[in-house]
């Protein structure tokens, strides 16, 4: 025991320095130093340092020329042993064996002193850097944790925020690949019609872009399938990734779009499965995204609603300044004059022309389309009949004069019917055309009702048509009812149409009444009839007429 | 971005530039690391890691990125991070990055920061 304690000492301190270089090194793996190291002490041929990685012992560091060769004996107890010239020694610390160490060519003698020594002590290096990499290991494992549920809080924060979908699906697929350590991923999403909206992908596509459509993931569960490869994921083959992960993107039972990422990674290059863990952090990015993704499509309907509700209120305003403020006064003649849009805006519009001579020019007109286009169009036709009114002779000119101007200056490619009467109080004589118009109502003063039919095709529909003027006189007390389609074709529920007939019937059944009572009550009457069925065409109405002469106190 | 993590380097005396393009994972992280240790062989004693058009990163990335940050360390070393998008920024910091090595806006304030220090 005297001896050997100094011997020992000695020893130790002979491998201390052997160490020492080794060990401060940096170049290398430790294992690689220590194998080193081991070698130069003892003097051997060759050594090799054999590690456990999940449960086999793998060669981790060779030392000398031809070192590869020397292999680990399946060992069965923890005692150094010698196999032909190689001494193997475990190396061991706290009841733990952290390695074996094959050293070549040491004598018997040799191999029985140094083998506790290099047993305890490499044994208690690999011990603490295995514990020291297990730390880190679990250290880095918590902080990726971390990562992910910061994530998951970043996202929500993000997405809430972002309502450009593009970069929304970029920020979802992105962290989605990223922190399921995925190679490759991909993120569609489909319009409300199941058509594809966008798709984004990384490290390439695992579907044709078509394909999407029709992958039928089961409703709010992600999909594990870790033999992609050569086994469809619900029942879609994905021939480009060996192991896939699947979840769809939905809110309410509604299909927005599909998340997948594919081949998880290890640092040693295998492509590692799928866990549950991992589907349950991409169900959660797909949730995530659903919300903020069906927020970003609510926010962009309100704008466009936000937009358009806007642009029809300009347009109205427009089309309210178009429409006469008031009626003219003319001798002779009685006027009254509504217009009803259904929506903001409308496609109808009217008009009346005090002229020379106590004559009366008008118009009722119906532009084809709604909104703003029919506005826009019904303020240029409004331009061209102020334009054009004192310029043409007789009526048929300027509605060719219109029409003309409509070619030449209107936005849009569209056409309208449109009914303009010329009337001349004195003689009763109306000189009209009607351009396409519903058949305007004629009711003479003896009851019966005379209907003016088209003259000519629309306005703006042929190029270079013409139109026939018509003449009609009327007598004292006839009534004109000039109106457009939305009054006579104005529905009921049970989707009977208003019709002309009815529309006869109110007029003549109001003949004796005030025309702007009259004009009240038929629109009253198609309002009764349709009662809460929307309408979806505008209703104008013009009536005229011609007044029974003042009785002259000096007459007879 | 690129699909595959590209990796560019340039010298400015003692000062290596990796600039990246990609995401970095097992193949951008070890062309990384194979860049960095050739210009830490060649002598550069400080890198600076240009990710400016990288937006991500996984966690094996992180884990080479670690690899390297010790290599540089144990070489008594500098490593300076730039351009990094706010997500990657955070990443770092959790996971530990950021403690040694800094983190500046741009190249031009790394490059300075490592340079004469």
Not at chain 1, 93 to 118: C, K
Not at chain 1, 240 to 269: F, M, N, Q, T, Y
Not at chain 1, 387 to 395: F, P, R, Y
């Amino acid at each position: 025991m005297t001896d050997f304690a100094p011997a020992a000492a000695s020893r130790l301190a002979g491998l201390w320095k052997a160490l020492e270089e080794p060990l401060r090194g940096v170049d290398r793996p430790l294992p690689a130093r220590l194998a080193q190291a081991a070698v130069s002490w003892t003097g051997a041929r060759r050594g090799a340092l054999y590690l456990r990685e999940r449960d086999l012992w793998v060669r981790a560091a060779v030392a000398g020329d031809g070192a590869e060769e020397l292999e680990l004996p399946d060992f069965s107890s923890s005692r150094a042993a010698s196999r032909e010239d190689t001494l193997w020694i475990p190396l061991a610390a706290e009841g733990e064996v952290h390695g074996h160490l094959g050293l070549e060519g040491l004598s018997a003698e040799e191999g029985a002193e140094l083998a506790p020594f290099l047993g305890l002590f490499l044994g208690s290096l690999l011990g603490a850097h295995r514990f020291s990499r297990q730390v880190k290991e679990a250290d880095f494992e918590v902080r990726t944790r971390l990562v992910e549920l910061e994530s998951l809080y970043d996202l929500g924060l993000s997405l809430g925020g972002q309502l450009d979908v593009s970069s929304l699906a970029d920020e979802v697929l992105f962290r989605s690949i990223s922190l399921t350590d995925a190679g490759k991923g991909t993120l569609a999403l489909f319009h409300e019609d199941g058509r594809l909206l966008l798709e984004r992908s990384l490290g390439g596509q695992l579907l044709p872009p078509e394909g999407f459509a029709s992958w039928q993931l089961p409703e709010g569960d992600a999909v594990i399938n870790n033999a992609a490869a050569s086994v469809p994921t619900a029942g879609v083959r994905l021939a480009s990734c060996a192991k896939c992960l699947a979840v769809p993107i939905s809110v309410a039972g509604r299909r927005l779009g599909v998340l997948a990422v594919a081949d998880k990674e290890s640092r040693d290059g295998r492509v590692l499965d799928f866990t549950p863990a991992d589907a349950r952090l991409l169900s959660l990015f797909a949730n995530q995204a659903a919300a903020a993704i069906e927020t970003a499509r609510l926010h962009r309907a309100a704008i466009e609603q936000e937009r358009i509700e806007r642009e029809l209120e300009l347009a109205a305003a427009i089309q309210r300044e178009i429409l006469p403020r008031s009626l003219p006064e003319v001798t002779g003649v009685e006027l009254a004059a509504a217009s009803l849009p259904t929506r903001q805006v409308g496609g109808d519009y009217y008009d009346l022309f005090p002229l020379s001579r106590g004559r009366l020019g008008f118009l009722v007109a119906d532009v084809s389309g709604k909104g703003v286009p029919a506005a826009l169009l019904v303020s240029t036709v409004h331009a061209a009949v102020h334009l054009q009114i004192d310029e043409a002779k007789t009526v048929a000119e300027l509605v060719a004069r219109i029409d003309r101007h409509l070619r030449r200056y209107a936005a849009t490619r569209k056409f309208l019917t449109m009914f303009f009467g010329l009337f001349e109080p004195d003689s009763g004589l109306l000189t009209y055309v009607s351009a396409g118009h519903n058949p305007a109502l004629l009711l003479r003063g003896s009851g019966q009702t005379e209907t003016l039919g088209a003259t000519g095709v629309p306005v703006g529909m042929f190029p270079g048509s013409s139109w026939r003027e018509v003449r009609v006189t009327l007598s004292p007390g006839d009534l004109l009812c000039v109106y457009t389609d939305g009054l006579t074709e104005a529905v009921n529920e049970q989707e009977e149409e208003f019709g002309l007939e009815r529309l006869s019937a109110v007029v003549a059944g109001g003949r004796e009444k005030p025309v702007r009572e009259l004009c009240d009550r038929i629109l009253e009457k198609v309002a009764d009839f349709a009662r809460e069925m929307p309408q979806y065409d505008d209703q104008t109405l013009l009536l005229l007429r011609r007044s029974e002469p003042p009785v002259d106190p000096h007459a007879g | 971005m690129s699909e595959v993590c590209r990796v560019a380097a340039e010298r400015r005396g003692n000062v290596a530039i990796l600039s990246t393009d990609g995401y970095i994972n097992n193949q951008g992280g070890e062309e990384i690391a194979r860049q960095a240790y050739a210009q830490l062989e060649s002598g550069a004693s400080a890198l600076v890691l240009n990710l400016e058009k990288t937006r991500i990163v996984n966690s094996i990335g992180i884990s080479i990125l670690i690899e390297v940050l010790e290599k540089v360390m144990d070489r008594k070393g500098q490593l300076a991070f730039c351009g990094l998008t706010p997500t990657i920024d955070k990443t770092f910091r959790i996971m530990g990055l950021a403690q040694y090595a800094a983190i500046y806006p741009t190249e031009a304030e790394a490059i300075r920061a490592v340079a004469t220090a």
